[in-house]
T-cell receptor
Framework: GDSVTQMEGPVTLSEEAFLTINCTYT??????LFWYVQYPGEGLQLLLK?????DKGSNKGFEATYRKETTSFHLEKGSVQVSDSAVYFC???????????FGTGTKLQVIP | AAGVIQSPRHLIKEKRETATLKCYPI?????VYWYQQGPGQDPQFLIS???????DKGSIPDRFSAQQFSDYHSELNMSSLELGDSALYFC????????????FGPGTRLTVL
């Protein structure tokens, strides 16, 4: 079945550091890929998405590229801020299906 | 912009009681999804509805049922509650059942004592 594997957290970074959260997936066909963010005590917010190979999703300084050859969708940000502290979920949704499959989440803590 | 509304935001129940969670999708969205997120876990898909018909089914216990009404809002009914049902329950909505993006509500935190 479909699955998403992302690096375990928590990840602790100093403000303005470079962020990478690795995500790889297993799926049949050509799924759409997503990064969702969950701030403390809040719901899931869509951060960015990519729907086909080599697409780059970007939002709020975050970006991720859909790499079909390595089945990866790593999240990157050049300079993190304290306000980026949250849990980040990588997810996929196969075309023609409704269920979104999430990874286990990576908690990011940014310290001043 | 209007978002997905869930009520109540917090709910405390005793074991073996019943609970009803409500979800109001973004206006004009015709598809609703329910997810369960246990403590420290990733969200798990439960069930979805499109145009008031069940569209897809995931790991939803037999003790749970759900429906979508003519105004597209949805209710998740949970009976014979167990301690393990304590979780954050998310509703999401989309326009069309195969669209890529699902928009999530803030969740209902259910605590079973």
């Amino acid at each position: 079945g479909d699955s998403v594997t992302q690096m375990e957290g928590p990840v602790t970074l100093s403000e303005e550091a470079f962020l990478t959260i690795n995500c790889t997936y297993t799926a049949t066909g050509y799924p759409s890929l997503f990064w969702y963010v969950q701030y403390p005590g809040e719901g899931l917010q869509l951060l960015l998405k990519a729907t086909k190979a080599d697409d780059k999703g970007s939002n709020k300084g975050f970006e991720a590229t859909y790499r079909k050859e390595t089945t990866s969708f790593h999240l990157e940000k050049g300079s993190v801020q304290v306000s980026d502290s949250a849990v980040y979920f990588c997810a996929l949704k196969p075309g023609g299906y409704q269920k979104v499959t999430f990874g286990t989440g990576t908690k990011l803590q940014v310290i001043p | 912009a209007a978002g997905v509304i869930q009520s109540p935001r917090h709910l405390i129940k005793e074991k073996r009681e019943t609970a009803t969670l409500k979800c109001y999708p973004i206006p004009r969205h015709d598809t609703v999804y329910w997810y369960q997120q246990g403590p420290g876990q990733d969200p798990q898909f439960l069930i979805s509805f499109y145009e008031k018909m069940q569209s897809d089914k995931g790991s939803i216990p037999d003790r749970f049922s759900a429906q979508q009404f003519s105004d597209y809002h949805s209710e998740l009914n949970m009976s014979s509650l167990e301690l393990g049902d304590s979780a954050l329950y998310f509703c999401a909505s989309s326009l069309g059942r195969f669209t890529d993006t699902q928009y999530f509500g803030p969740g209902t935190r259910l605590t079973v004592l």
